[in-house]
C-alpha cells in the first residue's frame, strides 16, 4: 500500500466528501422560516438523485488511492481513476444547484449556503491537490517485467531437478543491472537461495521480496533455477518461472531487483 503524503491528501479528502454528504451544506428561507438540507436529504427527498454521484465519486477515489501501481502505465490509470470519481461528484453537486436554484427562484425561495458545502469544498481541495501532487511526481523506472495474469487455479508443474552430482567447473555469479542488491554476487555453493531473510546466501533488503524468494542449485554441469513459492513470482527474461535452466546472460528478476547471470 502507498502511504505518501500525496495519497493520503487523497484519502483525507474523499473521506470529507463522505462526511460532508450527510451534515447540512444548504438551506432554504421563506418568510422568516429556514430548513436546512444535506446531500443525502436532497437526494432522496428534493428528487436530486444526481447527488448520489457526489457518494459514488469520493468511494471511486478512495479505491483507486489503495491500488498499489506497478507500473508507469497503471500509476497514471490510478490517478485518472481518482481524478474522475471526484469530477464525477463535481458534475452531480453543479447538475443539482442550477436545477434547484431555478426551482427556487420561480418559487421566491432564498437559498443559503450551510457548514456542509465548506466541508465538502475543503474535502475536494485536499483530495484534488494530493492528485496534483501525483502527476508531477517524477516517473519511476519499471523494474518489473510485463506479463500476463495467470490462469486463475492454474497449478503449475512440480520440477523436480536431477540429485546432485558435482558443482559445476565453472564460477557463476549474478551482476546487478537495477536494484538495491551488490553489483556482484558470486554463486558460492551449489544450493544457493536469495531471499529477503539474512540466513540467506544473498539477502536482500526488497519489500516485495519472499523471506525465501528463490533457490539456485548447480547440477549435472548447470544451473537451475527454482521459484520457492514466492508471493511476487520469479521471472527469467521476462517470463514468470517455477522452475528452469539458466543459460548464460539470462535475466532474473525477483521484486525490484534484477540481476545478470554469468557463467
Not at 448520489?52 to 490510478?78: D, E, H, P, W
Request: hydrophobic share 40%; aromatic share 12%; proline share 7%.
Amino acid at each position: 500500500m502507498d502511504n505518501s503524503i500525496k495519497k493520503w491528501l487523497v484519502r483525507a479528502g474523499s473521506f470529507l466528501i463522505l462526511f460532508g454528504f450527510f451534515i447540512p451544506s444548504m438551506a432554504v428561507s421563506c418568510v422568516g422560516q429556514e430548513q436546512s438540507f444535506s446531500m443525502n436529504t436532497a437526494a432522496s427527498q428534493l428528487n436530486q438523485g444526481v447527488l448520489y454521484l457526489v457518494l459514488a465519486g469520493a468511494l471511486i477515489a478512495i479505491v483507486f488511492s489503495f491500488l498499489v501501481a506497478r507500473t508507469n502505465q497503471q500509476r497514471y490509470l490510478f490517478i485518472f481513476g481518482e481524478g474522475g470519481g471526484l469530477g464525477l461528484g463535481i458534475l452531480g453537486i453543479l447538475i443539482s444547484v442550477a436545477t434547484l436554484y431555478s426551482q427556487m427562484q420561480q418559487l421566491g425561495l432564498e437559498f443559503k449556503i450551510k457548514a456542509g458545502f465548506f466541508v465538502l469544498f475543503l474535502g475536494y481541495c485536499a483530495a484534488g491537490f494530493g492528485i496534483i501532487l501525483e502527476l508531477f511526481e517524477p516517473a519511476r523506472k519499471d523494474t518489473r517485467p510485463q506479463y500476463g495474469a495467470p490462469t486463475p487455479n492454474f497449478a503449475p508443474p512440480v520440477y523436480s531437478p536431477p540429485p546432485p552430482i558435482h558443482q559445476p567447473s565453472a564460477a557463476p555469479r549474478l551482476e546487478l543491472v537495477s536494484g538495491n542488491a551488490p553489483r556482484s554476487v558470486p554463486i558460492s555453493n551449489p544450493d544457493f537461495h536469495i531471499g529477503r531473510s539474512s540466513q540467506n546466501d544473498c539477502p536482500i533488503n526488497d519489500p516485495q521480496i519472499s523471506r525465501v524468494h528463490v533457490r539456485i542449485r548447480g547440477a549435472q554441469g548447470s544451473w537451475f533455477i527454482q521459484d520457492q513459492e514466492s508471493a511476487g513470482g520469479t521471472f527469467v527474461n521476462g517470463k514468470r518461472i517455477q522452475a528452469q535452466r539458466l543459460n548464460d546472460g539470462d535475466e532474473v528478476c525477483i521484486g525490484e531487483t534484477t540481476f545478470r547471470f554469468r557463467m
